[in-house]
């Protein structure tokens, strides 16, 4: 495991805190906390790139915005593969704007390049879909 890697999953923490429901039948959800720094962004890009980490794109922000989550690969054959961090459209730095599209335009580059979507596949996640899937 690489420090970059460690890096990201400290800036989760840093990123995003979960809150517990109010009710008993209510689920938690993640409350974003801050924005990243333009450097932060930058450091995500290239540790993306340079560890070839599985991007999963996914409806975030309670269905108006757009996420993805950030995996290792499985260490071993049969394993599952390791969360590293999770972001959405709010995470991202200024100037980048904080709607769907602005999400979308930052991290569909890496969800939906095709050879991330094959092995996404290849480790039975759910397939690719174009942009209005994920739109509320």
């Not at 690489?2 to 517990?20: F, G, I, K, P, Y």
């Not at 790139?49 to 975030?60: G, K, R, S, T």
């Not at 996420?67 to 071993?76: D, I, K, R, V």
């Not at 890496?110 to 174009?130: K, S, V, Y």
Request: aromatic share 12%; hydrophobic share 35%; glycine share 8%.
């Amino acid at each position: 495991m690489s420090t970059a890697v460690e890096l990201l999953r400290a800036l989760h923490s840093a990123l995003t805190e979960w809150v517990e429901p109010t009710h008993r039948n209510l689920y938690g959800f993640p409350k974003v906390k801050r924005r990243m720094t333009p450097e932060e962004w930058k450091s995500v890009q290239a540790t993306i790139v340079e560890h070839d980490l599985l991007c999963v794109p996914h409806n975030a922000g309670m269905g108006f915005n757009f996420g993805m989550a950030l995996y290792e690969h499985p260490t071993y054959p049969g394993l599952d593969p390791e969360f590293v961090i999770d972001l959405e459209g709010h995470h991202l730095p200024e100037p980048l704007g904080t709607k769907f599209d602005d999400a979308w335009d930052a991290y569909s580059p890496f969800t939906h390049d095709e050879a991330n979507g094959m092995q996404l596949e290849r480790l039975g996640f759910a397939p690719l879909h174009g942009k209005a899937h994920y739109e509320y």
